[in-house]
Every structure is written in C-alpha cells, then in structure tokens.
C-alpha cells in the first residue's frame, strides 16, 4: 500500500519567516495533493503535482514534486497567521481510485 | 464548482442509537465517494469506498454492520454508524472525485459525539 511520510509533524514561525513541508512516499506517485485543513473542518484543496519535477505556486504557497515522484516539499513565503492550519499531502493510488494522506504538518504562525 | 456538502456538521447521540451522515455532491455526478474518519490531531484513515449502485468496498478493519454505506444515485452517499458508541465519537467526512484535474472535493465533515 502507498505511505506518505510528513515532516516536520508541527512546525511554529514567527510571522514573516519561510517555511517547507515535506511529504515523502514509499512507492512512485501518480498523483499527489496538497491540502489545508483546520481540525473539525472540511480540507481544502491547495494543489495537485503529477508530472516529475513540476511545481506549482499559489500566492505565497509553492510546491514541487521531485523527478522521481516519490518526494514532495510545499514551501510558504512570508508566513502569515492565516497560513496556520494542518497541512496533508494526499496521493492518489491508481489501482483504486482511492487517496491515502500523510499524517499531516500542524503549523503554527506566531504574529 | 465541485462542491460536496455533507450534512449534519455536528450530531450528538445517545449511545446505542442510530446515526446517519449524508455526502452530497451538488454540481457534478460523483460514481465514486469515499469516507474517512479522523481522530484528533491526526490525519485522514480512509473507512470505505462508496461506489454508486454497487456495495461499498470497506478497508481492512472496518466493521461493514456497523457502519453502512449507500450510494444510491450519482448525487448521494450516506455513511450510518448503527449502534453507535461513544467510540465511534470522531470526525468524518467524505469526498469525491471531480474528475476535473482539481484533485477530490471534500465535505465539510460531520463531528459525532456519542454520549
């Protein structure tokens, strides 16, 4: 079965600081996600990676997948408080059609 | 667009009853809708997989009596905790897959509390 590897498992910045989340997988990807969650609430999608060394920015959240697929970093400029959340890298296994996620990056943002 | 809405946001049961979650997806046809169950401060564990028509394909470890799934049409899944107790008390939610290269759309989540 397909498992992801996150780290660092928590994270706390000083608002302003740049910071990178890893998500390593034990088998090749053939797709892998990003999402941002708040505990007790609904994920939200972040981005998708599929093709080896692609990488994909939205405002101040940039991610890359590595030429092998099988490692991931999502990396946030210029934190805000608003960046704070749980951050899961999700990767989507073909034979099934079904996600399996990492356990998740808690990130605090100290204002 | 791909929006999945999932109903009730929070329920609380007496322990023994009976609950049922609803996934919804309310702009696109969704043939496939998993289930997951998270428990605080970890990640997502996947507890099933809803296929429209046909019976559920539940992971290893799920009790498929306890919780049911029906996917009734290409709009709907609902997830049933049947005799719930208070360790089924989690979050759970559901998501499809939207097909549109955006990845799979979440539900909000259900938080059940059994008491």
């Known amino acids: 079965s397909q498992e992801l590897e996150q780290s660092p498992q928590s994270l706390i910045v000083q608002e302003g600081k740049n910071l990178t989340i890893n998500c390593t997988s034990s088998?090749?990807?053939?797709?892998l996600y990003w999402y941002k969650q708040k505990y007790g609430e609904g994920l939200i999608f972040l981005m998708m990676?599929?093709?080896?060394?692609e990488e994909k920015s939205h405002e101040k959240i940039t991610a890359k997948l590595d030429e092998k697929k099988q490692q991931s970093s999502l990396h946030i400029t210029a934190s805000q408080p608003s960046h704070a959340g749980i951050y899961l890298c999700?990767?989507?296994?073909?034979?099934?059609?079904?996600?399996?996620f990492g356990d998740g990056t808690t990130l605090t943002v100290k204002p | 667009g791909a929006v999945v809405s999932q109903h009730p946001s929070r329920v609380i049961c007496k322990s023994g009853t009976s609950v049922k979650i609803e996934c919804r997806s309310l702009?696109?046809?969704?043939?496939?809708m998993f289930w997951y169950r998270q428990f605080p401060k970890q990640s997502l564990m996947l507890m099933a997989t809803?296929?429209?028509?046909?019976?559920?394909?539940?992971e290893q470890g799920v009790e498929k009596d306890k919780f049911l799934i029906n996917h009734a049409s290409l709009t709907l899944s609902t997830l049933t905790v049947t005799s719930a107790h208070p360790e089924d008390s989690s979050f759970y939610i559901c998501?499809?897959?939207?097909?549109?290269?955006?990845?799979?759309?979440f539900g909000s989540g259900t938080r059940l509390t059994v008491v």
């Open positions: 702009d696109f046809q969704a043939t496939t």
């Open positions: 999700g990767a989507l296994n073909t034979n099934a059609g079904k996600s399996t």
């Open positions: 809803s296929n429209e028509g046909s019976k559920a394909t539940y």
């Open positions: 088998k090749t990807l053939y797709g």
């Open positions: 990676l599929q093709k080896g060394g």
């Open positions: 998501s499809a897959a939207t097909q549109t290269g955006f990845g799979y759309t």
